[in-house]
């Protein structure tokens, strides 16, 4: 049997909806309902959850509840084979500098042979951070190489940072809409996620020092450069705000700018660690988006304080990250081969960019509207309040096209009418071709949904 929507529910029992969800959430963890993105809540069936209990050990009751996956991360991604995909943050792999890439580690082999696939430091090896450490001074941060931790992509340091920092019970600040993989781990760890919104110069201050003086956060979380999923940067005057609020307010910092080499117009924007004068933030970043998601490097920076926090806690984790892929590393960028990729990048997702704004500007109604990033990997469509994301998505892949609605970076719930877009997997002509046909769904659906009908349930 299906259940009444969370809205519904809220209404007629004349409850806030956070604390329906919240219900049906619990009802989910314990196994009495199954749910799925644009499907509903549905009963489950006596005999599947008697399976699930009744042979073997409970392994459902023996997880801790704050692990386990929100109803909001299971967005399905079945579908035809070459569905035009909108969705995705990771980079195109024809893009890829696999030669090039091949040649260092060929090297690499040559110079250490097997000792190239020993265990490594844990903090990494020293000629890459030091390289990570030139490059951040270079664009204004004051650190040293001492300070920088090599971990296996920025997922990892976001998860060393998140297991260090935060406890059961404690609160995080987080944009919203955001990342949503980030909720996923503050979660994991016990935490309560609270968003603060962003509009069109990135996170609100009137919003965020409320929610600092109320919740007490253990820190902040953001991407203030072509953030995901938005593609919005902060605002130059708003980083100034940022970090005075923070200092005043005694809140950490934690900064991810995984895609912030990825700009399209203008210099490299400088990170909010380069305003840091306080050892308030935590900076994280990524060879894993500009170069290959498989590379699995990143990088942390963290104030001195935490520097031996964290490198034994990263040695708890898998005692260091791959030597062999270090050492390559150093030599690709010494060289000057990942400045010479990154050009080449930028010109290729930068053409991308533009053939689906031109394209949208074209093709989509004047009813919807969107974010204009000058960088990154995704942008921001927001439909009219009546339309759901969610029940257009299962018309759009059989019309050809997947996209990720917007309720997925929500934590709090909401953000039903809106959706993430994402233009660097596919090549231009296939973007202009998944745009006009979007277009075209949008304009049917809304014919449908006539301005002052309340529309489909909104998610």
Not at 206 to 235: C, E, K, W
Not at 238 to 262: H, K, N
Not at 419 to 433: A, D, G, H, T
């Amino acid at each position: 049997m299906k259940l009444p929507s969370s809205r519904d529910v809220a209404r007629q029992l004349g409850l806030q909806r956070k604390i329906v969800v919240r219900a049906y959430r619990l009802l989910q963890d314990e196994g009495w309902v199954t749910a799925g993105v644009g499907q509903g809540t549905f009963v489950s069936h006596a005999d599947s959850r008697s399976r699930a209990v009744g042979n073997g050990h409970d392994w459902t009751r023996a997880l801790r509840r704050s692990a386990r996956p929100r109803p909001w991360m299971n967005a399905t991604v079945a579908g035809p084979g070459d569905l035009i995909r909108f969705t995705g943050a990771t980079a195109d792999p024809s893009t890829f500098p696999a030669d090039a890439f091949r040649d260092v580690l060929d090297e690499v082999f040559r110079t250490m042979g097997a000792s190239a696939l020993e265990y490594g430091p844990t903090e990494g090896v020293a000629d890459l951070r030091g390289w990570v450490a030139e490059r951040l001074r270079a664009r204004g941060s004051e650190l040293n190489a001492d300070q920088v931790i090599i971990v296996s992509g920025s997922q990892q340091g976001l998860d060393l940072i998140s297991r260090l920092l935060v406890a059961p019970g404690d609160n995080v600040l987080v944009e919203e809409p955001g990342y949503a993989s980030g909720f996923r781990l503050f979660h994991a760890n016990g935490a309560s996620v609270h968003g603060v919104p962003v509009d069109e110069d990135g996170l609100r201050f009137d919003v965020l020092a409320d929610a600092a003086s109320r919740h007490s956060p253990r820190f902040l979380y953001l991407m203030p450069n072509f953030q995901n999923p938005t593609g919005i940067s902060l605002r130059e005057a708003r980083r100034v705000e940022l970090m005075d609020l923070c200092d005043r307010a005694g809140l950490p910092v934690v900064e991810d700018q995984f895609d912030s080499d990825l700009y399209y117009e203008g210099a490299p924007p400088r990170p909010l660690q380069a305003m840091d004068r306080g050892q308030r933030v935590v900076l994280l970043g990524s060879f894993s988006k500009i170069l290959f998601p498989g590379l699995r490097l990143g990088w942390l920076v963290v104030p001195p304080a935490l520097v031996q926090p964290v490198r034994e806690l990263k040695q708890m984790a898998d005692f260091g990250s791959s030597l062999l892929a270090q050492h390559a590393m150093v030599l690709y960028c010494r060289r000057g081969l990942l400045e010479r990729h990154l050009e080449g990048v930028r010109q290729v997702y930068g053409g991308r960019l533009r053939a689906m704004l031109d394209a949208m500007d074209r093709w989509f109604p004047p009813e919807v509207s969107w974010t204009r990033p000058k960088g990154g990997l995704t942008l921001w469509c927001t439909l009219p309040p009546r339309l759901s994301a969610a029940d257009l998505l299962p018309r759009a892949r059989e019309a050809g096209i997947d996209f990720s609605p917007g309720s997925l970076f929500h934590p709090s719930g909401g953000g039903g009418n809106t959706l993430r877009l994402s233009y660097i997997r596919e090549p231009e002509e296939r973007i202009r071709r998944g745009i006009e046909i979007f277009g075209a769904l949008l304009k049917s659906a809304l014919e449908r949904e006539p301005a002052g009908s309340s529309g489909g349930p909104m998610i």
